[in-house]
């Protein structure tokens, strides 16, 4: 994790890409995306996470019992499972901008990135249940996700197998992040024209994010 000095905003970067830094095209856009937000808030703070490097697990049982437990009721070796969990939730309740950096593998996410999606969606602190259902609690200004794909799965017939858009936008609203961005970048493994336009649109659609400052927070 990466952090740099700011009393004022803070972005939180997700990378999800199992390849190194100089061979990711979905994080060498998420570089592009931070370095704007930077440019525009010079003494922000980001936090970076890169999902492959670190050692994830898969919710079970004592997660879910900990998370379901209220938090007064919660003993010490519930809150210790919770602990790391408790920090992403807060890294994301205090997050001014999010970005999410993401390959398809075999036509869905990463499942590192699944296992962080899964730890920070909990009852309570990202949503909750209302008379009319489940209500997100998350507020972040500017949230964009980044997604990069072998081929070209934006247009039909091959689109419907495009499993990563739908999901994403549907756990972030879930949580109340309603208002992500979708940057996809198809083509990356075709190679010659079909790769340099897909990463120039995408290049694109993250240049005209910052044509705007950044809103202020809205109370939640």
Known sequence: MTTQTDHAYTLLRIDASAQANDASQSKKLADRF???????????????????????KHINSDFIGAMYTPEAQR??????????????????KNADAL??????????????????????TRVGETF?????????????????????????????????MNFVTPYLQTVLSFNGLDNAIMIEAPGMNMGGEKQLQGLKHAEEQIDQLFNEPLNSRQSA
């Open 34 to 56: 931070q370095q704007a937000w930077l440019k525009q808030h010079p003494e922000g703070q980001v936090i970076h996470h890169n999902l492959a490097d670190m050692s994830l």
């Open 75 to 92: 003993n010490d070796a519930q809150k210790q499972i919770l602990a790391e969990s408790d920090q992403w939730v807060a890294e994301l």
């Open 99 to 120: 970005v999410i950096s993401t390959p398809m593998y075999n036509f869905s996410i990463p499942s590192y990135l699944k296992s962080y999606l899964d730890t920070v």
């Open 128 to 160: 909750r249940y209302g008379e009319n259902g489940p209500e997100g609690l998350l507020n972040i200004p500017k949230v964009a996700v980044i997604m990069t794909s072998g081929g070209d799965y934006t247009q039909p017939p091959l689109d419907a």
